[in-house]
């Protein structure tokens, strides 16, 4: 890390980050968060013939399912064009030819992305939780409030997978179409392949291999750190049978989500040297 200049990732980043506030992505995305949000909070047991909020771990368990689907995908479509836009435009060279080093460059778009990515996030769903707070205890705003942190944390990690994409694809259309890919392997595919493993396996598979294969996708964790908050959501989820306990601890969750951010931005490094 020696050697870099914390100000020029700074300029990048900022510049990221108010492109989006101008172009009224920002705006958009919290307005998307806000009012699922909202809906999944006094609606969500509608068709149970019940409506009103029936508490945060309910909420927090529907918000989940929700989540999973929409983040990762805004987090792709945000990133895949970071890198391989600007070497489109041609503004790449323009930029590398500016006292500024690419781990520099790269790390101010990554930072700047996140940035908008968890501004709207928290502005999004912290307006929700701001209109329930008063139904709410110290606990369940807490619990509220490792949500919201959760959340970013994932779609930090899949922004850093569109960012290794931007910079492996030689052309925007085919880092667009490798995102989208991306999107549908983990958040689709991932968990039909494991119940296919666990079907194939006859229950051993699932009981010794099952919890360290889904450390392999970070939506997967972010699901788990959530989920496993609550021994109420944990039962409906029926993970319990499949996680041990020492597999749902929040700093080895949060570690492995941390590795899901840094390690593609390694590998993007590494190649757009």
Known sequence: MLGIEFGQI?????????????????????LVFTLFALSIAYFGAAQQGTVGFRGIEVTIASLVSLVIYLIPLIALILGYD???????????????????????????????????????????????????????????????????????????????????VSVIATERIRASGIAISLWFFFVL????????????????????????????????????????????????????TIMPNMLTNAGLLSAAMLFWIVAPLGIALWRFK
């Open 10 to 30: 700074k300029v990048i980043a900022a510049k990221e980050f108010w492109d989006r506030i101008r172009n009224r992505w920002v705006l958009a995305v919290a």
């Open 82 to 164: 970071a890198i391989v836009g600007e070497r489109e435009r041609g503004s790449l060279d323009l930029l590398l030819s500016m006292p500024i080093t690419r781990l520099e460059l790269l790390l101010g778009k990554f930072f700047g992305l996140s940035a908008a990515l968890g501004f709207s996030t928290l502005i999004g769903f912290g307006s929700v939780g701001l209109l329930l707070a008063y139904k709410l205890n110290a606990v369940s705003l807490l619990h509220y409030g490792r949500f919201m942190l959760s959340a970013i944390l994932m779609g930090m990690a899949f922004l850093s997978l569109a960012v290794m």
């Open 189 to 240: 595919i991932f968990d039909l392949l494991l119940l296919a493993v666990l079907v194939t396996g006859g229950g051993k598979i699932g009981t010794d291999v099952m919890p360290f294969l889904l450390f392999l996708n970070p939506a997967d964790i972010f699901r788990i750190l959530n989920i496993f908050n609550s021994e109420d959501v944990r039962a409906f989820y029926g993970l319990a």
